[in-house]
């Protein structure tokens, strides 16, 4: 089955500082990337995604890199703010099947 | 209002006992799906299900059960088979089409 690494586990940065978590995929099959951001008690949302047609999309201060070759995909957030800071996570998925396979977490802090 | 809701929000277990957490939907969504989480870790599937009447085990099905009999409802029992229950549950569903993966706002279950 599909496993999904996530790298920092924790990243502090400085507002307005750049942030990027990494992701490793095993399922060369898998085709579809969602970034979910998780605020403490509450449930995550979907706050980008990229399918694997495209190997990079943006939506306003967050981008999303994939590289299929290496089976590795990124989040990059720009310009960070306190409210950015969350816990964020990976994951993969076949379209076929549409199940999500996590990655671990980035805590992330966004310091004043 | 359209969405995915669960409940109870908190629910405390015996040890011993089975419990159900609910699991409602009205986005006219085809699959469903439950997550683990504990703390400081990713979410870990437990079950799925992609069409009523039919479910598949995730990576961590032991202890638990499920049941699809409605298109719109997708409970979870966790039941005395499970040492550790202690953990954050989500729900969640999506469409075959869109991919994204909408979650409830989950049932903390502890054991006293």
């Known amino acids: 089955g599909e496993n999904v690494e996530q790298h920092p586990s924790t990243l502090s940065v400085q507002e307005g500082d750049s942030a990027v978590i990494k992701c490793t995929y095993s399922?060369?099959?898998?085709?579809?990337f969602p970034w979910y951001k998780q605020e403490l008690g509450k449930r995550p949302q979907l706050i980008i995604d990229?399918?694997?047609?495209?190997g990079e999309k943006k939506d306003q201060r967050i981008a999303v890199t994939l590289n299929k070759t290496a089976k590795h995909f990124s989040l990059h957030i720009t310009e960070t703010q306190p409210e950015d800071s969350a816990v964020y996570f990976c994951a993969a998925s076949r379209a076929a099947g549409n199940k999500l396979t996590f990655g671990g977490g980035t805590r992330v802090l966004v310091k004043p | 209002d359209g969405g995915i809701t669960q409940s109870p929000k908190y629910l405390f277990r015996k040890e011993g006992q089975n419990v159900t957490l609910s699991c409602e939907q009205n986005l006219n969504h085809d699959a469903m799906y439950w997550y683990r989480q504990d703390p400081g870790q990713g979410l870990r599937l437990i079950y799925y299900?992609?069409?009523?009447?039919?479910?598949q085990k995730g990576d961590i099905a032991e202890g638990y059960s499920v049941s699809r009999e409605k298109k719109e409802s997708f409970p979870l029992t966790v039941t005395s088979a499970q040492k550790n229950p202690t953990a954050f549950y989500l729900c969640?569903?999506?469409?075959?089409?869109?991919?994204?993966?909408?979650f409830g706002q989950g049932t903390r279950l502890t054991v006293v």
């Open positions: 299900s992609q069409i009523v009447n039919d479910f």
């Open positions: 990229i399918r694997s047609n495209v």
């Open positions: 399922d060369s099959a898998s085709n579809y």
């Open positions: 969640a569903s999506s469409t075959g089409r869109s991919l994204e993966a909408f």
